[in-house]
């Protein structure tokens, strides 16, 4: 098993421009989440996925859009990028709530 | 907000001796769990604790959780240089959220 991955590992993009960030897991899991990790501030949920085709809000949505459409991918996509979006961004899964398995992580640096 | 909030924020100790962190949440939760990351990495999960579950322990790993007054707290016995990490506290909430706390960063000086 691959676990969890994520492409790409970096990505500095300029203010205004959109970009897909790719999740993929091979563990079957249904519960899917994106959070990112600023210094200081530990990990902020940004949406989250219970099954195919379910999405929900995290804590920090604003800005971020996902989908589901099937139970092994969880693109997070900007809409348009802006600085206070530079962050580490992990992608997570799990059968349920319990014993997440965590990417190794996107780092994104918006000029 | 965030739900997890850890105490200290930092912990320097010598190999051998024990690391101790806390952990305190604001609403109700299904399980509690905690996690290290080492520096550039991914999250690893350690261990999760039940609501209607008071201890638990995992090899060096012993964690407690009193819900009535939300909080609880990661024992590391023994360190090891290999120890050194950030730890997180993740609080599983009924409405399907995980959420972490800003961590602790433990440091296990030779």
């Known amino acids: 098993n691959a676990g969890v991955t994520q492409t790409p590992k970096f990505q500095v993009l300029k203010t205004g421009q959109s970009m897909t960030l790719q999740c993929a897991q091979d563990?079957?899991?249904?519960?899917m989440s994106w959070y990112r990790q600023d210094p200081g501030m530990g990990l902020r949920l940004i949406h989250y996925?219970?099954?195919?085709?379910?999405?929900d809000q995290g804590e920090v949505p604003n800005g971020y859009n996902v989908s589901r459409s099937t139970t092994e991918d969880f693109p997070l996509r900007l809409l348009s990028a802006a600085p206070s979006q530079t962050s580490v961004y992990f992608c997570?899964?799990?059968?349920?709530?319990?014993?997440?398995?965590f990417g190794p992580g996107t780092r994104l640096l918006v000029l | 907000s965030q739900q997890g909030e850890e105490d200290p924020q930092a912990l320097s100790i010598q190999e051998g001796e024990n690391a101790t962190m806390n952990c305190s949440y604001k609403?109700?939760?299904?399980?509690l769990q905690w996690y290290r990351q080492n520096s550039g990495r991914g999250l690893v999960h350690l261990i999760l604790?039940?609501?209607?579950?008071r201890e638990k322990h995992s090899g060096r790993l012993r964690v407690t959780l009193d819900t009535s007054k939300k909080s609880s707290s990661l024992l590391i016995t023994a360190s090891r240089a290999a120890d050194t990490a950030s730890y997180f506290c993740?609080?599983?909430?009924?409405?399907?959220?995980?959420?972490f706390g800003a961590g602790t960063t433990v440091t296990v000086r030779a």
């Open positions: 563990m079957n899991h249904e519960y």
């Open positions: 996925s219970v099954g195919a085709g379910i999405t």
């Open positions: 604790i039940r609501s209607n579950e």
């Open positions: 993740a609080t599983d909430r009924v409405d399907y959220k995980l959420s």
């Open positions: 997570a899964s799990g059968q349920n709530q319990e014993t997440q398995y």
């Open positions: 609403t109700s939760i299904n399980n």
